[in-house]
């Protein structure tokens, strides 16, 4: 059974920086991707960060240049930075692997939240 466990989330002040982490186990079968979503109340899950089994990533506008996503492939661990965090970066943060079989699997989300 695969689990994904996040951590890092918490208050943070404006400008401040906070990194979350997802430690995967279990038997994933490949990976094919290592993502991060984010979603407030009311509002659908947004795709925050992406990093393919190649190396590449993709960010959404709203987050270039402040978020970086990053992996520990040894460790089956992805990881988010953020720097400039802003009161709009409040969410609850979930991380998503999808494996070679293009199945998902989701962490039980940590919430972050930003104050001005």
């Known amino acids: 059974q695969v689990q994904l466990v996040e951590s890092g989330g918490g208050l943070v002040q404006a400008g401040g920086s906070a990194r979350l982490s997802c430690a995967a186990s279990g038997n994933i079968f490949g990976i094919n991707s290592m993502n991060w979503y984010r979603q407030v109340p009311g509002k659908q899950r947004e795709l925050v960060a992406s990093?393919?089994?190649?190396?590449?990533?993709n960010y959404a506008d709203s987050v270039k240049g402040r978020f970086t996503i990053s992996t520990d492939n040894a460790k089956n661990t992805v990881y988010l930075q953020m720097i400039s965090l802003k009161p709009e970066d409040t969410a609850v943060y979930y991380c998503?692997?999808?494996?070679?079989?293009?199945?998902?699997?989701w962490g039980q989300g940590t919430q972050v939240t930003v104050s001005s």
């Open positions: 998503n692997i999808i494996n070679k079989f293009l199945r998902r699997y």
């Open positions: 990093i393919t089994s190649d190396g590449t990533r």
